[in-house]
């Protein structure tokens, strides 16, 4: 018996297959405007362009760019970069895995050029994805050629002291829509941007900044949460929670979380049970202490994850109830029992003073738009309808109300409905979207209701009470054939 070494070359395919990830366009883009951000000179800020012209990608910094020895290990797979360069405290990148990755996404073939700060030079190097994967394998097969030059304005840098550009071609997408790029790269890297970097997208139209996300929540609602917890305060967790002004059945909700400046997990909601009665919670969050996965979209599922779960759960009972309450019998539009969830808050949490839920388009200084007629609380509170109550056959009843309103922008169905199982009796409430498509059709008001109420009772059995389809369809029925009874 005896013992042999084998060499531990990859297969050359592997720069074909980094490629295939679910990241999106956008996300992918993302990442390579991220290591722009560990490139920064001291503290001067950032000017970073995303041109999306001629068929072609090209990301640019004004970063301290890289040496040739730099350059030479950032292009190897796997190369643990802080061997070999001073890693600020805010670095995203570690392994150099993002960028290959993205770049392999994104298109088949791309460049780097990079000017090192302080050097008249230039350093180019490029990576044809379709050559790697005919090359034979050994260790010669990951050989990469890095050509050096004076500076010349032909460079995508032109006349540029120092940086950096990526350049990717032979797209895999054809079209890549500017507005979702503007829109991730505004939530993405929202800190630095408020912070002075700017980050401009350019199609053959015009070139557009990038705009931090803003939102809309009740005001007197947003918590500052500065949280430290853990063995020696291990953890700290610091931002805000709010309450929407209106609850969503798309999923924009929960936490964007950041780590280092960056968005690593959007609308995250395993702090509380989602429902549409904790649809109205969004907040923005920093945890740097987690690490993320190698391409910065998504954090190790870690026992420190769970830890922080287990901890943020209890530390937001408070703003779960708040959002419950308020949306429990259209709450929100009743003073007083918005003001005596406000008082509630304020008991439990730090409430930042200033907020955004302005009574009236002329107290926030914005002229009201022409002919658009101004509702009231109570106009919103009149036009609740009580309908008939489902009663099931434990004897249980639940109360229905009926509501019409905007779809405020939002991408939503005709109808949706909202079952509060914490009060006694439950209530379920419908919600009518009255500006959808549907009801451009002359629907009489009474069957629209009908047909919506319907499909609350038959969902909200399903989805929320677990009754067994075939049951919750006869129940239904039943509710329907008593409903229409009334209008004979």
């Known amino acids: 018996m005896g013992r042999r070494v084998v060499k531990n070359y990859p297969s050359p395919r592997l720069m074909e297959t980094i490629g295939a990830t679910n990241q999106s366009p956008q996300a992918a883009i993302g990442e390579l405007v991220a290591n722009c951000f560990d490139a920064r000179c001291g503290e001067e800020k950032l000017n970073i362009s995303i041109d999306m012209r ?9 970063g301290k760019g890289m040496t040739s020895e730099i350059l030479e290990k950032a292009v190897c797979i796997g190369e643990d970069m802080s061997r070999y360069i001073e890693r600020g405290e805010g670095t995203k990148g570690h392994f150099g895995m993002g960028f290959k990755t993205s770049c392999s996404t994104l298109g088949d073939y791309y460049e780097i050029y990079t000017r090192p700060i302080g050097e008249n ?80 997208v350019i199609d053959e139209n015009d070139s557009y900044p990038a705009k931090p996300k803003t939102y809309s929540f009740v005001k007197g609602t947003k918590v500052i949460i500065n949280e430290k917890f853990g063995p ?15 609850t969503h059945n798309d999923g924009l909700y929960g936490f964007n979380i950041y780590r280092r400046g960056q968005l690593v997990i959007s609308h995250d909601k395993s702090w509380f049970t989602a ?5 109205r919670i969004i907040g923005e969050v920093n945890m740097d202490f987690l690490d993320a996965t190698f391409y910065k979209q998504g954090v190790q599922q870690s026992e420190d994850w769970e830890f922080v779960r287990i901890h943020m759960k209890d530390y937001l009972k408070g703003v779960v109830a708040a959002s419950r309450n ?104 419908v919600l009518v979207y009255k500006d959808h498509p549907l009801w451009r059709k002359k629907i009489d008001g009474e069957v ?37 009874e009334s209008m004979k």
Do not use: C
Request: hydrophobic residues 30%; without cysteine; glycine residues 6%.
């Open 54 to 62: 001629n068929n072609q990608i090209v990301v640019l910094d004004n």
């Open 448 to 484: 629209r209701r009908i047909i919506a109420t319907s499909d609350a009772i038959y969902r909200s059995l399903v989805e929320e009470l677990n009754v067994d389809s075939r049951k919750a369809l006869k129940i239904r029925n039943e509710w329907v054939s008593q409903r229409t």
């Open 232 to 246: 020696g305060n291990k953890y700290h967790i610091t931002g805000w929670v709010a309450i929407d002004k209106q």
């Open 326 to 429: 308020l949306s429990r019998g259209h709450n929100i539009n009743k003073p007083s029992e918005k003001k005596a969830v406000l008082e509630q808050l304020d008991k439990e949490y730090v409430i930042e003073n200033e907020g955004n839920d302005t009574p009236s388009a002329e107290s926030n200084n914005e002229p009201r738009e022409e002919n658009k007629p101004s509702v009231s609380i109570n106009d919103s509170v009149k036009s609740i309808v009580t309908e008939k109550s489902l009663f099931l056959e434990d004897g249980s009843e639940i109360h229905i109300t009926y509501l019409e309103k905007e779809e405020d922008g939002h991408e939503v169905g005709p109808f949706d409905y909202i079952l509060d199982m914490y009060q006694e009796p439950q209530e379920l409430q």
């Open 121 to 200: 030079v230039e350093y180019h190097t490029a990576f044809d994805i379709k050559d790697y994967s005919v090359r034979p394998s050994g260790s010669d097969a990951w050989d990469i050629a890095i050509e050096d030059s004076k500076p010349s304005i032909y460079s995508p840098l032109k006349k540029a002291p120092h940086g950096t550009a990526f350049v990717i071609k032979n797209l895999k997408i054809n079209e890549f829509p500017v507005s979702a790029v503007l829109e991730y790269l505004g939530d993405a890297f929202k800190g630095h941007i408020e912070g002075g970097d700017i980050i401009t």
């Open 275 to 279: 429902h549409l009665m904790t649809s």
